[in-house]
């Protein structure tokens, strides 16, 4: 600290001398590294594997780089290597660092994500521990740190002996303890803050990977450092003339807790720019928010989702100078235009409210699907694979996507993807389908980890809703995992952690997009019923989840009459190519044990055969693996079907009201997209192939639509449009 003070005073004494323009930028020192660089290794407790690593990246991975085990996706491998899941990994790596480095007053390790309980070692030295895999760190490192080689390493702790810990040592039981058997999981995924699914879903394995998930740098700088810029459109009442209101988040590194950094900011826009305001940055403030002028915009200026026009996104600058130190920062984000209004308000002739969405003030009728992880391991999902699976949606009508709650928040160049596509994002935080310890560490980690990503992606236009969670609401009400007992108690836990914390959280940080608390909700009126409504999937409110794989999808009266149908789906298997690669030709068959292994689902093949056989001729002939083609190719018949039929009933739904009920205003079907080879609710298999059901999708979902439906013998055809207004339709 004393040295800090001492740098601070003669440098100010040396200001006027400094010429500006060459400005000192933060120094940054990357540690990532990939496997042919040689920098990285990673070993297990007892050393018996020690082998070359890259980071960002997994132990898994690792292990296949170095042809120490197999592809993990092969057969009945996401059992036979769970071990890698219980071994203690450690990575490690030398590096070196330039006295130049240590001329600079912070010297911080700079963490984007560990996956997921690890100690981090400057020579030896502790410097920092995460048990949150979707925190970033910041390290203050300079005085263990010196000119020449030092080295790091990161202990990891296998997850799933933590979460049996924490279980053991917590004062009652926090339900469910283990996934269900068919889904040969692993227990206790919910005392983690982890990627909720890697324990295992009903469409998913268990590999709980460990690592350095995201990017691990050195960065040195004087006064402070831009890292994030959230910038929020204001419009006014006819989203005419908008205002932008910016905050600029900066990291102060050694910053002494009673001192500042002062500087200047300047803030540029296509639109706007205000040059060289002088601010003061505390640890306790590292922030700064300023409203631009508000500018005059036409609807080409906007940001649309797809099919409802342009998605025009501009570029905003920001700049920080510090003149003690002569030094710069700066950051570019990409900002669009748009407002998002979510509607909850009395509807004639129907009891409840109201709920869709109007964005920059036009109604429209949310049509997408269910986005889950691409891949059991993160480091495998390239920019590429993204933007392959994300243009699929917008090549099949659809403009939305449920970034569902067991899974990641996801990497920046999703959104940005879906930003530059027009797809609408319904964020999930990342909680689901079980209650949740609230002691006082899990939820100041929860409270950090929604502060930092809604700092990091609360920019992106594609931003529509945030979600407190998936089904937990509707999992306490309806006695999902025996809480009925002490309803009071878990009820409580979930007001605290889903309305207290992270409600709180998402509201004190983003200004213009609704938050609800779960997802399905009976949205406002949640809030009347104590958070924990009679029923959450109350057709006259909110957001509904349905399943029925009994009744036959082909009777239109079993579904939901619901304001908005956030999930519903039906199963089919991917195409015999897909699971070719993981598999033998004894597999291929319904009754195979690799069939059954891959069926998450309980009954799940079982119920595709019960579907078919209602509509379909089943017999076989042919040989096994041909029997096998022909029942795949039927289940996704079946499926796309189904999903058809259930789709376009809630599209009917759009402006009508029938028996008090209708007005549907959305549609996201799950799932679009799969994690591995496996029977699944996909419409899009693992590597990018559409099922029978995407190419449905892309008519069911197609901007103009005539639907057919009988009912007591009459045949009713409807024409179904997203068009603003009919002139734009022509009829025949
Ligand atoms: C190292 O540990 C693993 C399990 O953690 C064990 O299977 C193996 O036998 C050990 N090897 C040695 C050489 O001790
Ligand atoms: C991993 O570390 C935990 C906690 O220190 C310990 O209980 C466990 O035995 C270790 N496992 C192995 C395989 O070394
Ligand atoms: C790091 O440097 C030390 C000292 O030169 C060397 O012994 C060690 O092998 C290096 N470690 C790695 C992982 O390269
Ligand atoms: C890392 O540096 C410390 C301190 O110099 C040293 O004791 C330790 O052996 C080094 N570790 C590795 C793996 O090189
Ligand atoms: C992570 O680091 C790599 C290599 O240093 C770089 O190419 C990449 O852009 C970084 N990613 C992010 C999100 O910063
Ligand atoms: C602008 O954002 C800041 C920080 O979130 C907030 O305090 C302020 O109320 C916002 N201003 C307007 C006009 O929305
Ligand atoms: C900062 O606070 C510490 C103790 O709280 C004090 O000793 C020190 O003099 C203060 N430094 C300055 C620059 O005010
Ligand atoms: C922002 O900075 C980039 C890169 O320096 C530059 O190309 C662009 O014109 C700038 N945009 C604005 C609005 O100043
Ligand atoms: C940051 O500043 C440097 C130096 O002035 C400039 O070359 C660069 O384009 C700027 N980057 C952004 C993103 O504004
Ligand atoms: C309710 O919780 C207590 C511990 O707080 C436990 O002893 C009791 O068995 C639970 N009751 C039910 C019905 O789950
Ligand atoms: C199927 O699994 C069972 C139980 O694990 C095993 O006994 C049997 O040999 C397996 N059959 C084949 C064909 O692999
Ligand atoms: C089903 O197909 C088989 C083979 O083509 C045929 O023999 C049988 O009659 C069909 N059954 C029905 C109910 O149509």
């Known amino acids: 600290m004393l040295q800090y003070v001492m740098i601070l005073v003669c440098i100010n004494l040396l200001c006027d001398a400094k010429t500006f323009g060459d400005s000192k ?14 920098q990285w290794r990673v070993h297990n407790a007892n050393h018996s594997y020690d082998l070359v690593a890259a980071v960002p990246g997994g132990v898994h991975t690792a292990l296949m780089h170095n042809a120490n085990i197999g592809d993990p996706y092969y057969r009945f491998r996401d059992v036979e290597y769970r071990w890698i899941a219980y071994e203690n990994w450690t990575y490690y790596r030398n590096f070196s660092l330039t006295g130049e480095v240590f001329t600079r007053n912070s010297v911080v390790l700079s963490v984007a994500g560990l996956d997921t309980i690890a100690k981090v070692f400057i020579n030896g030295v502790h410097v920092g521990s995460s048990d949150n895999m979707f925190h970033t760190h910041e390290w203050d490192i300079k005085s263990l740190a010196k000119k020449g080689l030092n080295n790091i390493s990161i202990s990891f702790t296998a997850a799933p002996t933590v979460a049996l810990d924490r279980f053991n040592k917590y004062p009652y039981d926090v339900p469910p303890d283990c996934p269900p058997a068919v889904q040969n999981g692993i227990c206790h995924m919910n005392f983690l803050r982890k990627e909720q699914c890697s324990f295992s879903w009903d469409w998913g394995p268990a590999f709980a990977p460990q690592g350095v998930w995201k990017n691990l740098s050195i960065q040195a700088f004087d006064a402070a450092v831009i890292t994030d810029v959230l910038a929020i459109p204001l419009p006014n009442g006819d989203f005419s003339m908008w205002k932008l209101n910016v905050t600029v988040f900066f990291s102060v590194g050694a910053l002494p807790a009673n001192s500042s950094a002062s500087g200047t900011i300047s803030v540029t826009s296509p639109f706007t720019m205000v040059e060289d305001v002088p601010i003061k940055l505390t640890r306790d403030r590292p922030n700064y928010n300023i409203l631009l002028d508000e500018v005059k915009l036409s609807e080409e200026n906007l940001w649309w989702p797809h099919g409802f026009g342009k998605q025009s996104l501009y570029q905003l600058n920001i700049t920080f100078r510090n003149s003690q130190f002569d030094s710069l920062s700066n950051k570019s984000i990409k900002f669009g235009f748009r407002a998002v209004e979510l509607v909850q308000e009395d509807i004639p002739k129907s009891p409840g409210y109201s709920f869709y969405f109007k964005i920059n003030g036009r109604s429209i009728f949310i049509k997408g699907s269910n986005w889950i992880p691409a891949d059991a391991f993160q480091e495998r999902i390239t920019r590429g694979y993204l933007r392959n ?14 970034v569902w709650g067991g899974g990641v928040y996801e990497q920046d160049v999703f959104y940005e993807i879906c930003d530059e596509l027009g797809i609408v994002l319904w964020q999930d935080v990342m909680f689901g389908c079980a209650m949740y310890p609230t002691n006082k560490d899990f939820l100041a980690s929860v409270q950090r980890e929604v502060r930092l990503q809604v700092r990091r992606i609360g920019h992106h236009p594609s931003l529509l809703i945030w979600a407190g969670n998936n089904e937990n609401e509707a999992a306490l009400r309806q006695n999902w995992y025996g809480t009925a007992g002490n309803f009071t108690l878990y009820r409580a836990d979930y007001i605290k952690l889903y309305i207290d914390t992270i409600g709180r959280e998402v509201n004190a940080q983003v200004t213009n997009i609704p938050f609800v608390s779960s997802s399905p909700s009976n949205g406002k009126e949640t809030e009347t019923s104590g958070w924990i409504a009679g029923n959450p999937y109350d057709t006259h409110y909110g957001d509904v989840h349905y399943y029925d794989y009994a009744t036959d999808c082909w009777d239109l009266r079993s579904f939901p009459k619901t304001r908005f149908a956030s999930e519903y789906g039906f199963q089919s298997w991917p195409s015999l190519e897909s699971p070719k690669k993981v598999s033998i030709q004894d597999d291929w068959d319904f009754g195979s044990n690799f069939s059954h292994h891959r069926q998450h689902h309980e009954n799940g093949n079982l119920q595709m055969l019960n579907m078919i056989t209602k509509h379909f001729n089943t017999s076989q002939r042919k040989n096994f693996a041909e029997a096998f083609h022909d029942m795949i190719y039927l289940t996704q018949i079946s499926q ?14 759009q402006s009508l009201i029938e028996s008090g009920e209708g007005h549907c205003m959305g549609a996201l079907y799950w799932q679009l997209n799969d994690i591995w ?13 559409w099922k029978m059901l995407h190419y449905f999708a892309k008519d069911f979902f197609a901007p103009i639509l005539a639907s057919g439906k009988e009912e007591d013998g009459q045949l009713y055809v409807y024409s179904i449009t997203d068009a603003r207004d009919l002139n734009d339709v022509t009829m025949k």
């Not at 243009?391 to 099949?396: G, I, R, T, Y």
């Not at 796309?640 to 739904?653: D, N, P, Q, S, V």
């Not at 080879?677 to 192939?689: H, K, L, M, V």
């Open 640 to 653: 796309g079907l189904c999903i058809k039929f259930e789709t376009e009933h809630y599209r009917r739904l």
């Open 25 to 38: 930028k933060t120094l940054i020192i990357p540690l990532d590294a990939d496997f042919g660089s040689f």
């Open 677 to 689: 080879q496996a029977p699944t609710w996909a419409s899009i298999e693992y590597g990018g192939n």
């Open 389 to 402: 699976l994300l243009q699929s949606v917008v090549d099949a009508n659809m403009h939305a996507l449920r």
